[in-house]
């Protein structure tokens, strides 16, 4: 289908008329003939209205995208003024799978029956993109949504309508955490039987403790003489946050654990097995992790522990097995049946062995070196250089002093080092999981803690301004949220979270005016951006995000 032109001789001279015409094929005269669909009359005298009118109903029945750039093209022109612009690709990719996940639906349906005025659940999630691009006051988020950012369906925002949303969220905390558990467990497939709990400290900028959560205690952040919090996650075994806690700076390992059971004992999970570091393992903190048919898996210290079981279990009988990734392992019971009875895996690790013994041998080499250097006598006083040596922390493990003083190599402590070296320790209270799964869940434990990592340098968690205890809550809530989307997005894109935003940057809506309103419009989205969008399994934006109401022109 196309636009002719035709020129006819009348009294008044030549004369243009346009035609709107289509070819096809005419199989009796085997060739293509033109057929005039509509006659639109004179060049001079053509009916623009019209025209627009026929052309604006003919674009609704192309895809939204085309058409809308069409009908953009055509209504405006160059009567356009270019507005600005705001960054809109981390913000689109966050909140398509904030509304996958359903998460928007979960804070209206309990927002149903409350009088707010303003919009909190874009209030929320303004709050949640902010933290994931670039984390900043809530005072300058009034200037990020309005100016820097695209957030759908909210064009501004003032700091006290995100303190009021800030405490709905802390209201509405259980439900919201329950309902997200279970949505993106099934979105998602996660596996919710292997759970992995760890902690982490972060400080405040005061210099006193007040009578809730701002406790002194043991800082993770190195901040011993800062008030702090205690912050908890249960993680998915692919790093997938699903649950947090608060506590005050003092709290104990075994009120941690013993309301991190009752809670997800409420939600009555099934059979659990929570994944543990070294830094939990005790007595009481076992037991609490086996009430209500829970399991764990935990780590045991090597040296700390190398008394009773745990040396047993070390020195147990048995032929290690080598797994697919190259470990060995040798599964060890100690104790017989009842309360006493332990299931322990000793894992070695060759590379990490002959590592080791290569470094303590090159440590050793030099120690010999200069202890031959030492003018030693018997009975006589360490000179300074003896005592240095003795003092160093690479060297003097290796050293032991005689009766009459001398310092010479520490053999036995040699011989008891190579027997820890590549290995480490776990127990299991689970008999029904393989050795080599145990192994697994523990390595993985490793990977979870990179969630706390990117908690604190890239969320900036740290360090919390926030004085009511209620905002606090609310502000780890919120940053929880954030770990939630920026983890679905790495592991369903394979790409870290500093990728998907490089990627992502450059892609900009602008904002420009008219006399019929204003236009947003966005810069072509590129292929890499393209197939981001479509291994997260959402849609990219359109091209015209919004338009005025064409009907009326």
């Known amino acids: 289908m196309f636009v002719r032109i035709v020129k006819s001789k009348t009294k008044q001279g030549l004369t243009e008329y346009v035609q709107l015409c289509h070819n096809y094929w ?29 052309i604006n109903s003919l674009s609704r029945l192309l895809p939204e995208e085309e058409g809308n750039e069409i009908r953009g093209e055509m209504e405006f022109g160059e009567q356009l003024e270019f507005l600005g612009s705001r960054e809109i690709g981390g913000s689109w990719l966050l909140d398509q799978l904030w509304h996958k996940m359903e998460i928007n639906t979960t804070l209206e349906k309990i927002l149903k029956d409350r009088d707010y005025q303003t919009p909190v659940e874009r209030l929320i999630f303004s709050m949640v993109a902010n933290r994931a691009l670039a984390p900043a006051s809530k005072l300058y988020l009034e200037h990020w949504v309005s100016e820097e950012a695209y957030i759908s369906g909210l064009e501004k925002v003032e700091s006290q309508q995100l303190y009021r949303a800030m405490d709905f969220l802390l209201e509405a905390s259980e439900e919201i955490q329950k309902n997200v558990f279970f949505k993106v467990a099934h979105l998602y497939n ?41 912050i908890a996650f249960a993680v998915t075994r692919d790093g997938i946050p699903v649950r947090c806690w608060a506590w005050p700076g003092n709290t104990s390992d075994q009120e941690i654990l013993e309301e991190v059971k009752k809670d997800l004992n409420s939600w009555k999970l099934g059979r659990v097995i929570m994944v543990q570091d070294a830094g939990f393992n005790s007595e009481e903190n076992r037991r609490k992790l086996q009430t209500a048919g829970g399991h764990y898996i935990i780590g045991e210290k090597l040296r700390k522990g ?42 070695r690790n060759p590379e990490v062995a002959k590592y080791e013994k290569e470094r303590r041998e090159d440590i050793i080499k030099e120690t010999e070196r200069r202890l031959e250097n030492l003018k030693q006598l018997d009975g006589e006083p360490h000179k300074k250089e003896a005592c240095k040596l003795r003092a160093n922390p690479a060297f003097g493990r290796y050293i032991r002093q005689t009766k009459t003083g001398k310092l010479r190599l520490n ?54 301004y926030h004085r009511l205890s209620e905002r606090i809550q609310s502000h780890i809530l919120l940053c929880w949220l954030t770990m939630l989307l920026i983890r679905i997005a790495e592991t369903q894109s394979g ?51 919004k338009l005025p109401d064409f009907k009326k022109s």
């Open 190 to 230: 996660l596996e919710v039987d292997l759970l992995f709990l760890d902690t982490t400290t972060t400080y405040f900028e005061i210099g006193s403790e007040d009578e809730e959560l701002r406790k002194r205690g043991y800082s993770k952040d190195g901040r011993p003489g800062s008030p702090q919090v205690v």
């Open 26 to 54: 005419d199989p009796k005269a085997k060739k293509s003939k033109t057929k005039v669909i509509e006659s639109l009359g004179r060049a001079d005298e053509l009916d623009v209205k019209g025209i627009k009118r026929l």
């Open 411 to 464: 053999k036995a402590k040699i011989r008891q080092e190579e027997f820890y070296d590549g290995k480490f320790l776990i127990s299991t209270s689970d008999d029904t999981i393989s050795a080599e799964d145990a192994v697994k869940g523990y390595k993985q434990l490793f990977e979870v803690e990179r969630v706390f990592r990117d908690l604190k340098h890239v969320i900036d968690i740290r360090p919390v």
């Open 495 to 545: 790409k870290t979270w500093f990728e998907i935003k490089k990627i992502l940057s450059p892609l900009k809506i602008g904002i420009l005016n008219s006399s019929k309103g204003k236009v947003f419009q966005l810069n072509p989205v590129k292929p890499g951006q393209q197939n981001l969008f479509k291994s997260l399994e959402i849609d990219a934006p359109k091209r015209f995000l």
């Open 306 to 347: 190398s008394k009773g079981k745990t040396a047993e279990a070390l020195s147990g009988k048995g032929k290690f097995t080598k797994t697919k990734d190259g470990l060995e392992i040798k599964d060890v019971v100690i104790g017989g049946d009842g309360e006493a009875r332990r299931r322990f895996v000793v894992v």
